[in-house]
């Protein structure tokens, strides 16, 4: 019995050891000199469900009582999800679907490497200390302080190698959750958000039920869902919006179309953009370069030398018309590309072979037999085998 009794005793120590050690986790603050409080009391819990367990049906009522005013207490929300055993995934999937975003400070390095999705985060530590990259410091750190408040809890002087890597573990899983909430997701494409997600559980070593080809279904349903109408004249939509997205409106620039719309498909349900959201209505544009309303004097273009200046033309028309990747080929009327002249002229053409060598009575004809060879021919200057040499003018007559 007195064996029992022992077995017993040491079980149940360990028990409190570990409900000690998600306790002191739980209650770090999480910045480089301590761990936030702002999620001291209901993210570690989340975290808990190691196992995943199936969604309760009670799941989708607490979906509806998602907050949508901007002063969202997501702990809240989180504790209530957690108690009903909900999937990590689930949690994760609707938390992106917030109103705000909540203040929690996660050391600089740390933060840059997993805003980035670095992979090599603990594959970078190194031992010499002196050479040891800033996240390992910073992460080194937030360990320190969790161990220390737990040894100053429960008056101990050493901490075993269990409870060490419970507090190890629970440390990435806070750090991969606060790094979500701190994520702007709805304002991301969905198959990036769901990157970001799966990044941080795995990060969190956190288990889940969900694929991630349905977690991005799930989180783009959730997004669509939160979406507005677009309203019908753009003096309707909230100026915050406006000034949030960085543009005016109506669209005076329609090069900047694109991303206007991408932008504005984060927020409001629409397929086109009415008429009424631009400055200029465009009209496809016209095959017959003649027709065009603007740069009817440039177009066909005939002369190569423009062809640098193609950019610049094509966010003109852009404005006006409607226009592909590439403008049609009856807008080009250009002479063949010229090629390198022979250094020797027996390798012309057959048409200006006979023309070379030559020997120009005047100044006139030799400009004359330049111009016809540039038709054709690139070059700067002609070679001494193009011209019969007079010969020079002796000294003394015969």
Known sequence: ????????????????????????????????????SSTQQTEVEVTQANTPTPSNPKLAELVKELPKSDSIEHNVWINKVSKQRASYSQVVARSTMKAAIPSINIPTAIASKLKFRNT??????????????????????????????????YNILLVNKNNRDQIYNKLRKKLA???????????LEDHVSAQHIYYLINFGKIES???????????????????????????????DITEFLLFTLPIEDNNRTAAIVKAMRLIFNFGQLPNAYFVTVRTPLPRNPAKLKVLNHIF???????????????????????????????????????????????????????????????????????????????????????????????????
């Open 1 to 36: 019995m007195e064996g029992v009794n022992e077995h017993q005793t040491e079980d149940k120590q360990h028990f409190n050891n570990r409900n000690q050690v998600t306790e002191t986790v739980e209650n770090s603050e999480l910045t480089t000199n301590q761990l936030t």
């Open 120 to 153: 090599a985060f603990f594959r970078s530590f190194l031992q010499d200390r002196n050479t040891q990259p800033d996240h390992q410091k910073e992460f080194n750190s937030l360990l320190n302080i969790a161990i220390e408040k737990y040894k100053r809890k």
């Open 177 to 187: 959750i606060n790094t979500i909430l701190s994520l702007n997701l709805p304002l």
């Open 209 to 239: 039920t969900m694929e991630f080809e349905q977690a991005r279904k799930t989180i783009g349903k959730y997004q669509s869902e939160n979406r507005q109408e677009l309203p019908d004249k753009p003096e309707d939509v909230p100026i």
């Open 300 to 398: 066909p273009l005939r002369d190569r030398s423009r062809l640098a200046y193609l950019a610049e033309y094509h966010r003109e028309l852009r404005k006006i018309y409607i226009l592909q990747e590439k403008l049609p080929s009856t807008y080009f009327d250009l002479p063949l590309e010229k090629i390198d002249l022979p250094s020797i002229p027996q390798a012309l053409r057959a048409e200006y072979r006979n023309l070379f060598s030559c020997k120009p009575k005047n100044e006139m004809e030799f400009k004359s037999l330049i111009e016809q060879l540039r038709r054709v021919y690139r070059f700067k200057k002609l070679p001494n085998d193009y011209i019969i040499q007079k010969k020079q003018l002796p000294t003394e007559p015969l």
